[in-house]
């Protein structure tokens, strides 16, 4: 919420209590939604696998929050950030799959969940051509990291915006239409002064208002002060 609010935006928190009803009526107010991190994992059945030793329990109530934003921000155009298990709640939303432990799976990769005691790990993230590396600005950005989890086979409309020197997927990003649609695996809200972590909520902010107002199908509206982006807990 302090990311969302010092990027210019209001930060409006949505309830995983509400009715069906109620959460579509609150989206319908909103501009951008921020899909935040969660000590979760997502419930494997939605990717065809069964549970893994390491896997936290799901949060169903969470899970039917995050989807229904996303029908609504991926129908109207709205933008989204998807953070850490907002991420690959997103790729799986497509029909994307995940990586159910990364030790397990790879045992050669590099710490992505803050071992040796720490709570989160430091590394290098290698950006590809598109919107977020215009973002940084560079080829390459030093991330924070603290998940046990990655996207695996890529959701549909979605492609690989950077990657771990290991090769572990660190963030998607929508490509296939408009709208601006950004899953980073690292949290940028825990980099308060890092300018790259910074420009990802400015630019959340930017499409909330309406940068690409253009393109979207409907639901865009006209700049007028601050933008409401949702940020859920």
Do not use: Y
Not at 4 to 9: L, M, S, T
């Amino acid at each position: 919420m302090r990311a969302v609010r010092e990027a210019g935006g209001e930060p409006v928190e949505i309830s995983l209590d509400l009715s069906a009803e109620e959460l579509e009526r609150l989206a319908e107010t909103l501009d951008g939604f921020v899909l935040p991190g969660s000590p979760a994992d997502i419930e494997p059945r939605r990717f065809g696998r069964v549970r893994h030793p390491r896997e936290a329990p799901p949060d169903k109530r969470r899970e039917h929050t995050d989807d229904t934003l996303l029908d609504h921000a991926l129908d109207t155009g709205k933008p989204v950030l998807a953070i850490c298990f907002g991420a690959q709640l997103l790729n799986v939303h497509l029909h994307g799959t995940l990586i159910q432990d990364i030790p397990s799976a790879l045992p050669k990769a590099s710490d992505h969940d803050g071992g040796a005691g720490r709570e989160e790990s430091l590394h290098r993230i290698q950006l590809k051509r598109g919107r977020l590396a215009e973002i940084a600005g560079a080829s390459s950005a030093r991330v924070n990291s603290s998940h046990h989890q990655a996207v695996g086979a890529v959701g549909r409309g979605l492609r690989v915006a950077a990657r771990a020197p290991d090769g572990v997927i660190e963030a998607v990003e929508w490509a296939a239409g408009p709208g601006w649609v950004m899953g980073v695996q690292w949290h940028p809200e825990r980099m308060p002064g890092d300018r790259f972590a910074e420009a990802l909520f400015e630019r959340l902010v930017h499409e909330a208002r309406g940068g690409e107002k253009a393109a979207k199908p409907r639901g865009g509206r006209p700049s007028r002060g601050k933008r409401r982006a949702k940020s859920r807990r």
